[in-house]
């Protein structure tokens, strides 16, 4: 289906999506709603808000015209949700920035949120999916839930692979921590040092649903301690280069591919140090390649400065891998580096 014809379906069915909001009013005391308001680590306690939260894929149907339709629900605490709606697909399935993407909030009706579509229709989401209906209230698109995962989730370390952290043992960082099940906790800077490299690392974010913007599952991967890549659960939003799988303070990823929170995401790092000459200046920059759930987010990338506040200053000496600090309980497993000779 052309790009137009794309275009036009997705504005007949979807445009300016507003939910009809329909929930009770807030009850509870000032104490309970305080109790509420706590992080998640765990999809076994994380309310009856976590189950409606993720992605949703199907195809929609206009008279003769058919269109793959992708949608992100985000949990956003006491019942309320926001939905992103994708034309043509889910980011990294379909959807480009050329066609414009839809989104709207809506409060949940027992285990129901139904929303309007200002007079072309409607939809409903539940744990089953999303049903879209169109102006007369027939179905016109089934979206099941989806649950993707990154490619490279679980990847065995190669041949010569510095294994940093296996489950076994925290001992190859400095502030090491394991949690009670065995994951790697935040704020810990790798023992060894590196040049150029090829990095595996995998990592769970926790659901914050009252929480918002740089306070949510945020954290972050320096490379030498001194160029992050970003951390943070910004599924559903607009994929900045202070979001995750962006390079801070120097470029957006390409797409954002950040899963669902509480999800096991990858990032997969090809780094080039930067090049010094005699006298210790720098003569060319270091330059990153990220691949974001197995999705290229940056093709050889120039850093040119470093991130701020990095631990570790430029120059030409080997560095370590630093997983940020952030105060909230990001979760990290099967992390591995091939250091690469000059190049």
């Not at 990220?290 to 560095?319: C, I, S, Y």
Request: negative net charge; charged residues 25%; hydrophobic residues 35%.
């Amino acid at each position: 289906m052309s790009r137009v014809v794309a275009y036009l379906l997705a504005a007949a069915i979807l445009p300016g999506a507003a939910f009809v909001i329909a929930a009770d009013k807030e009850t509870g005391t000032d104490d309970a709603k305080k109790a509420a308001r706590r992080v998640f680590i765990s999809p076994d306690d994380a309310g009856d808000d976590y189950p409606l939260q993720g992605e949703y894929s199907g195809t929609i149907k206009s008279g003769d015209s058919e269109m793959k339709l992708g949608v992100q629900v985000i949990a956003l605490g006491d019942a309320t949700f926001r939905a992103v709606a994708y034309p043509g697909g889910l980011p990294g399935d379909g959807w480009n920035k050329e066609l414009l993407k839809y989104q709207a909030e809506a409060k949940r009706e027992g285990d129901v949120v139904r929303f309007s579509l200002l007079g072309q229709g409607g939809g409903e989401l539940t744990s089953g999916g999303i049903k879209i209906t169109n102006k007369e209230n027939v179905v016109i698109g089934d979206l099941p839930k989806v649950v993707r995962k990154s490619p490279t989730l679980g990847q065995t370390a190669p041949s010569g692979a510095s294994i940093l952290f296996d489950g076994s043992t925290a001992d190859h960082f400095k502030g090491g921590r394991l949690s009670d099940d065995k994951l790697l906790m935040e704020g810990v800077t790798s023992n060894e040092l590196f040049g150029s490299f090829k990095l595996h690392l995998e990592f769970r974010l926790p659901f914050q649903p009252y929480d918002r913007g740089q306070g949510r599952g945020n954290s972050g991967c320096y490379m030498q301690g001194r160029y992050e890549t970003q951390i943070l659960d910004s599924f559903g939003l607009e994929g900045k280069h202070n979001e995750c799988g962006g390079v801070y303070t120097i470029s957006d990823p390409a797409v954002n591919m950040c899963f669902p929170p509480l999800t096991w995401q990858t990032y997969d790092v090809d780094y080039t140090a930067a090049t010094y000459d005699e006298a210790g200046k720098k003569v060319k920059h270091a330059r990153i390649t990220v691949l974001h759930n197995g999705v290229k987010v940056h093709d050889n990338l120039e850093l040119d400065h470093a991130t701020t506040a990095h631990p570790v200053k430029e120059g030409p000496e080997p560095g370590p891998i630093y997983l940020q600090n952030h105060g909230n309980p990001v979760r990290f497993r099967n992390i591995w580096v091939v250091p690469i000779g000059s190049r």
